[in-house]
């Protein structure tokens, strides 16, 4: 009997190897929790804390603890955010044996998350407790999420402040920061920096521009645990300082004679790169003034103002000034070198054609007519001319360019131009301004305006020799280039008229007229071809 039972213990251990043999990861224990035929170990798995978008896994048993086989037909989980992997079902364990499974947690929301995992059987159920926290993980946000350090002067220096927090739920790091772009560069951080939820830091960003142009960068920041960077955009400009330029650079006014005034136009204009700001602008020297400009004045690059300056001198000779421009530019005292010389006053007299008149002319159309500008007892500068009276607007003068010199021995004509815009007279008057003693001088400019003519064409022709005539067909062609056109028929007259007026024309337009009879046996050929050219407007 000894013998006997020794052998039987020798089939049972071969039969257990061969269930092993032939399911992978499955094994035999000795030590399990019994919750039926089937216990699991353990028989709850705590997660703990795991980041949102992570997962953590456990690994857990299955072991058949009954006297027989059984075949694990289902695994069912419930609750969100956990799966199970490595079984495949329906799965059978021999007596003893175990098979290893997976439990996943990853959570898609923060906060507890629980499940309970079911092994299904003939013989019943075996449950896994799970549970877990999702939690947020820790999110790196920078203000401002770019910086732009607008304009600044090649060689100057500007800094922002840039701050860095942390909205997650756990902890971050800053393990490395890199910036790119000429210029730019950071201070303050100091690496690695670790940022708690909700803690923020804050660190210096600047640009210093070598050149003028725009400037552009970027700012990388390394989140340990990231596969990507977190960027901040870096844009800026260099430009160069305001230079302030006269145009032109001195001025020079000749023979002025005493009592009278002759004014120039002097340009300032910004060449630089920045904005210039104008304080003050004055005239310095005896007879020198300046007009046009009330401080301050900025102008942008590129920008120009206009100064009139004066030269009127009280008393015979040369005098000398400057015009002053005092600005925040780069050459922030501007000077304008001013010369002058000045004559003794003269009875020289300037006459101008009386009256000027340019005749009619038709509504929207203009005539012109030629005056004459003469000087008397010496030379006289004529500085310029305005109209005014009843009608300055149909008026206006050309030929001349002001400030014009009319010497003794050679007059200065000019051209008056008549556009009306209405029928009726009109007139005006011109008055030349100079330095004559008896300026101005005017001139009466006249001119009519008349409406367009209305042209007609007048046709005759000799009644035709043949009895029963009812009527003429009058035709008209258009001629050109060398050729009559097409003819159309255009009106008709009974058998007793032989006249016909055409008064639908166009000005400037050539045509050819015919012809022809209509007795009660039909139309007959065209007559003879005569042509009229209507005038042009």
């Given at each position: 009997?000894?013998?006997?039972?020794?052998?039987?213990?020798?089939?049972?251990?071969?039969?257990?190897?061969?269930?092993?043999?032939?399911?992978?990861?499955?094994?035999?224990?000795?030590?399990?929790?019994?919750?039926?035929?089937?216990?699991?170990?353990?028989?709850?798995?705590?997660?703990?804390?795991?980041?949102?978008?992570?997962?953590?896994?456990?690994?857990?048993?299955?072991?058949?603890?009954?006297?027989?086989?059984?075949?694990?037909?289902?695994?069912?989980?419930?609750?969100?955010?956990?799966s199970?992997?490595?079984?495949?079902?329906?799965?059978?364990?021999?007596?003893?044996?175990?098979?290893?499974?997976?439990?996943?947690?990853?959570?898609?929301?923060?906060?507890?998350?629980s499940?309970?995992?079911?092994?299904?059987?003939?013989?019943?159920?075996?449950?896994?407790?799970?549970?877990?926290?999702g939690?947020?993980?820790?999110?790196?946000?920078?203000?401002?999420?770019?910086?732009?350090?607008?304009?600044?002067?090649?060689g100057?220096?500007?800094?922002?402040?840039?701050?860095?927090?942390?909205t997650?739920?756990?902890?971050?790091?800053?393990?490395?920061?890199?910036?790119?772009g000429?210029?730019?560069?950071?201070a303050?951080?100091?690496?690695p920096?670790?940022?708690?939820?909700?803690?923020?830091?804050?660190?210096?960003?600047?640009?210093?521009?070598?050149?003028?142009?725009?400037?552009?960068?970027?700012?990388?920041l390394?989140?340990?645990?990231?596969?990507?960077?977190?960027?901040?955009?870096?844009?800026?400009?260099?430009?160069?300082?305001?230079?302030?330029?006269?145009?032109?650079?001195?001025?020079?006014?000749?023979?002025?004679?005493?009592?009278?005034?002759?004014?120039?136009?002097?340009?300032?204009?910004?060449?630089?790169?920045?904005?210039?700001?104008?304080?003050?602008?004055?005239?310095?020297?005896?007879?020198?003034?300046?007009?046009?400009?009330?401080?301050?004045?900025?102008?942008?690059?590129?920008?120009?103002?206009?100064?009139?300056?004066?030269?009127?001198?009280?008393?015979?000779?040369?005098?000398?000034?400057?015009?002053?421009?005092?600005?925040?530019?780069?050459?922030?005292?501007?000077?304008?070198?001013?010369?002058?010389?000045?004559?003794?006053?003269?009875?020289?007299?300037?006459?101008?054609t009386?009256?000027?008149?340019?005749?009619?002319?038709?509504?929207?159309?203009?005539?012109?007519?030629?005056?004459?500008?003469?000087?008397?007892?010496?030379?006289?500068?004529?500085?310029?001319?305005?109209?005014g009276?009843?009608?300055?607007?149909?008026?206006?003068?050309?030929?001349?360019?002001?400030?014009?010199?009319v010497?003794?021995?050679?007059?200065?004509?000019?051209?008056?131009?008549?556009?009306?815009?209405?029928?009726?007279?009109?007139?005006?008057?011109?008055?030349?301004?100079?330095?004559?003693?008896?300026?101005?001088?005017?001139?009466?400019?006249?001119?009519?305006?008349?409406?367009?003519?209305?042209?007609?064409?007048?046709?005759?022709?000799?009644?035709?020799?043949?009895?029963?005539?009812?009527?003429?067909?009058?035709?008209?062609?258009?001629?050109?280039?060398?050729?009559?056109?097409?003819?159309?028929?255009?009106?008709?007259?009974?058998?007793?008229?032989?006249?016909?007026?055409?008064?639908?024309?166009?000005?400037?337009?050539?045509?050819?007229?015919?012809?022809?009879?209509?007795?009660?046996?039909?139309?007959?050929?065209?007559?003879?071809?005569?042509?009229?050219?209507?005038?042009?407007?």
């Open positions: 009997m000894n013998r006997l039972e020794g052998r039987w213990n020798v089939v049972l251990v071969f039969v257990g190897l061969a269930g092993l043999w032939g399911c992978q990861g499955l094994s035999t224990k000795s030590a399990q929790n019994s919750q039926g035929p089937l216990s699991t170990a353990p028989t709850s798995l705590s997660f703990g804390n795991v980041p949102i978008g992570t997962g953590h896994t456990q690994v857990g048993s299955i072991t058949n603890a009954s006297g027989s086989s059984i075949t694990v037909k289902q695994i069912a989980v419930s609750g969100t955010g956990y199970v992997s490595g079984v495949s079902m329906p799965l059978t364990l021999a007596v003893g044996q175990s098979a290893n499974f997976n439990v996943r947690f990853a959570p898609s929301n923060a906060g507890a998350a499940a309970n995992i079911a092994f299904s059987t003939d013989n019943g159920t075996a449950t896994v407790a799970a549970s877990g926290m939690i947020a993980t820790g999110d790196l946000t920078t203000s401002p999420g770019n910086i732009s350090f607008g304009d600044l002067l090649v100057s220096t500007s800094s922002q402040t840039e701050t860095l927090k942390n997650g739920g756990e902890d971050l790091t800053v393990t490395a920061a890199a910036i790119s000429a210029g730019f560069s950071y303050g951080l100091t690496l920096l670790t940022l708690a939820p909700n803690q923020a830091s804050t660190f210096g960003v600047s640009l210093t521009p070598a050149t003028a142009g725009a400037n552009s960068g970027n700012l990388s390394t989140v340990s645990g990231s596969t990507s960077a977190v960027d901040i955009e870096l844009s800026g400009a260099g430009i160069t300082p305001a230079t302030l330029t006269a145009i032109p650079t001195s001025l020079t006014f000749t023979n002025v004679q005493v009592g009278q005034s002759s004014t120039q136009t002097e340009t300032v204009k910004n060449t630089g790169g920045s904005n210039a700001q104008i304080s003050q602008v004055v005239a310095n020297g005896t007879g020198f003034s300046i007009s046009g400009i009330t401080a301050p004045v900025t102008l942008t690059p590129g920008q120009s103002t206009s100064v009139s300056v004066t030269f009127a001198p009280q008393s015979a000779g040369n005098s000398s000034g400057s015009m002053s421009v005092t600005s925040n530019a780069s050459n922030p005292n501007l000077n304008v070198s001013l010369t002058g010389s000045a004559v003794a006053a003269t009875q020289n007299t300037l006459s101008v009386s009256s000027i008149g340019v005749g009619s002319v038709v509504d929207g159309l203009s005539g012109t007519q030629t005056g004459t500008l003469t000087a008397t007892g010496g030379n006289v500068l004529v500085s310029s001319v305005s109209l009276g009843t009608d300055p607007a149909e008026f206006s003068i050309s030929g001349l360019s002001l400030p014009v010199t010497t003794t021995s050679q007059p200065v004509s000019f051209t008056v131009t008549f556009t009306p815009s209405a029928t009726g007279a009109a007139s005006a008057g011109a008055a030349f301004a100079s330095n004559a003693s008896n300026s101005p001088a005017v001139a009466t400019l006249t001119g009519t305006g008349t409406s367009a003519p209305v042209h007609t064409v007048q046709l005759s022709w000799v009644a035709g020799a043949s009895e029963g005539i009812t009527s003429y067909n009058v035709y008209r062609a258009i001629y050109g280039p060398s050729s009559c056109g097409s003819y159309t028929d255009i009106g008709s007259t009974s058998g007793s008229i032989t006249t016909y007026t055409d008064a639908v024309v166009t000005d400037g337009a050539t045509y050819c007229y015919a012809t022809t009879a209509v007795d009660s046996e039909g139309e007959s050929a065209y007559s003879n071809v005569v042509q009229a050219t209507i005038p042009p407007l």
